[in-house]
């Protein structure tokens, strides 16, 4: 396979310290990038805020600038030290990161486009790497694989839930009718399932005895049909959870930058790239 790691020299350096936290300063810089992502969101968020906006413009829209600025300078940082920038720059995080600085940018052609910047509350993200809950990941792998091998049984029972709501709903709407608030048969089949999911917002209410006691059977079967889901899941869960072995903290693949879970992974599960020679 063609080493497509980054070059000896800065541009390793600059990975270990952006890409890893196993060292003193890649701890240290995700930490100030989360003090600097937490600080840029409330800006946003007092931005939005006329009356500490009128007294703190300058201030705020100083500030804001200068995060974008950081954020930008990171993010370029991040393409240059990697030897396969589009593994980045296509990725979850890449995305969230571009998304996040360039708002600031468009809001010199779009109003209100800076308050978009608040999606850098996503890259929040990456406080699991920080505080090494990475070891959680192997947990959070097993629960994705059960909603996966469940989502045939979770669309079934969807399915199912959405039929008895059209079925109530167009019983409900022929018991109470226009003159109770059942307007319609799709607005009687709304009431069907903010009532079947123990919403309940009130906004209309059947008023004859046996539209109260279908409701009073709605309500009752509602908390049933909550558990159904979970109990799916896991059950899935608990079938094909397997124990993990050690895994690896704070290290990442120098030619992707996608995190390695496990301490004895030969190749990275994401471009391949051998690691053991790495």
Known sequence: ????????????????????????????????????IVYSIIIVMLESVPRFDSKYHEF????????????????????????????????????IDFLSTVPKYLSYFFVGSQYLTAFRALRLLRVFRILKLVRFVGESNNLVRSLKASRTKIFIFVFFVLVVSVLLGTLMYLIEGPEH??????????????TLTTVGYGDISPETALGQFIATFIMIIGYG???????????????????????????????CSAEIYRSDAHFCRKCGFDLIEE
């Open 1 to 36: 396979m063609k080493d497509e790691r980054p070059s000896v020299g800065w541009k390793r350096e600059l990975h270990i310290i952006i890409y890893g936290t196993h060292t003193p300063a890649g701890k240290l810089f995700d930490i100030l990038l989360l003090v600097l």
């Open 60 to 95: 705020l829209n100083i500030s804001e600038w200068v995060v974008t600025v950081l954020f930008s300078i990171e993010y370029i940082l991040r393409i240059v030290c990697i030897k396969r920038p589009t593994s980045y720059i296509f990725s979850f995080f890449g995305i």
């Open 181 to 194: 608030g059942f307007n319609s048969i799709p607005h009687s089949v709304y009431w069907t399932i903010v």
């Open 225 to 255: 049909i909550i558990a159904v889901p979970t109990g799916i899941v896991s059950a899935e869960y608990a079938s094909s959870k397997k124990r993990d072995e050690a895994i690896d903290e704070g290290r990442s693949c120098p030619s």
